[in-house]
Nanobody, 113 residues
Framework: QARFAEFGGGRVQPGGSLRLSCTASGTTFSDDTMFWYRQTPGNNREWVAYILANPKFVYYADAVKGRFTISRDNFQESVYLQMNDLRPEDTGVYLC??????WGQGTQVTVSS
């Protein structure tokens, strides 16, 4: 059974940084495109970034472009999201997924002064 476990969230001030991690199990990780989504306080789920099986190909939502960096480690079956210059509107629960399986619990990110 596929599972995703997200880590690394927390509360930071505007302008701060966090690095999120997601470990997958029970998936074909090295063949999968991996996505980071966030669920906002208004309960909207929006994609943030994704990385193809070839890690050279990465894509970002306009709202995070230039501030967030997605990466992956196929040996560790993990995907990461480095988030810099965080803003209050980045607040939400961050989740990873391969687009094929059930969601994990996510990790809460709160950006507030």
């Amino acid at each position: 059974q596929a599972r995703f476990a997200e880590f690394g969230g927390g509360r930071v001030q505007p302008g701060g940084s966090l690095r999120l991690s997601c470990t997958a199990s029970g998936t074909t990780f090295s063949d999968d495109t991996m996505f980071w989504y966030r669920q906002t306080p208004g309960n909207n789920r929006e994609w943030v970034a994704y990385i193809l099986a070839n890690p050279k190909f990465v894509y970002y939502a306009d709202a995070v472009k230039g501030r967030f960096t997605i990466s992956r480690d196929n040996f560790q079956e993990s995907v990461y999201l480095q988030m810099n210059d965080l803003r209050p509107e980045d607040t939400g629960v961050y989740l990873c997924n391969n687009g094929k399986n059930a969601w994990g619990q996510g990790t809460q990110v709160t950006v507030s002064s």
